[in-house]
Nanobody, 127 residues
Framework: DVQLVESGGGSVQAGGSLRLSCAASGRAYNVRFMGWFRQAPGKEREGVAAINTGEGSTYYADSVKGRFTISRNNAGNTLYLEMNSLKPEDTATYYC?????????????????????WGQGTQVTVS
C-alpha cells in the first residue's frame, strides 16, 4: 500500500500563490504515476496535474496550464504542486493520488479512475 498525506492548503487572494505538498510512504518506491486532483462543492473530482515518476513527463489540465507546476523531490517521496496566479475558480479540496501500475500509452493520465491511492485532501480557498 501507499500512504499519502497532503499539506500546504489555505486561503489566498486572487492572483496569489500556494504550494501544496504530498508526503508518500509505504510502497512509494513502486509508484509509477502521481497526480493532483481537486473537487469543488457540488462538482466531480477532476485531474489537475500528473507526473510519470520514471520519465518525469508531466500532464496538466487546460485550466491550469502555465499557472501550476507539478514536481517531486529527489528522494521521490514528496510530490509538490506550485500554484500561481490563483483564481476563485481554483477553490476546491485538493487531493494527491498515486498509481503503482503502468498506464496505457493512450490513457488519460488525469483520470481519477487510473489512480489507486488517495490522500485525505487539503482545502484551497481563493477569494
Amino acid at each position: 500500500d501507499v500512504q499519502l498525506v497532503e499539506s500546504g492548503g489555505g486561503s489566498v487572494q486572487a492572483g496569489g500563490s500556494l504550494r501544496l505538498s504530498c508526503a508518500a510512504s509505504g510502497r512509494a518506491y513502486n509508484v509509477r504515476f502521481m497526480g493532483w486532483f481537486r473537487q469543488a462543492p457540488g462538482k466531480e473530482r477532476e485531474g489537475v496535474a500528473a507526473i510519470n515518476t520514471g520519465e518525469g513527463s508531466t500532464y496538466y489540465a487546460d485550466s491550469v496550464k502555465g499557472r501550476f507546476t507539478i514536481s517531486r523531490n529527489n528522494a521521490g517521496n514528496t510530490l509538490y504542486l506550485e500554484m500561481n496566479s490563483l483564481k476563485p475558480e481554483d477553490t476546491a479540496t485538493y487531493y494527491c493520488a498515486a498509481r503503482l501500475a503502468p498506464m496505457g500509452v493512450d490513457w488519460n493520465r488525469l483520470s481519477t479512475i487510473r489512480y489507486n491511492y488517495w490522500g485525505q485532501g487539503t482545502q484551497v480557498t481563493v477569494s
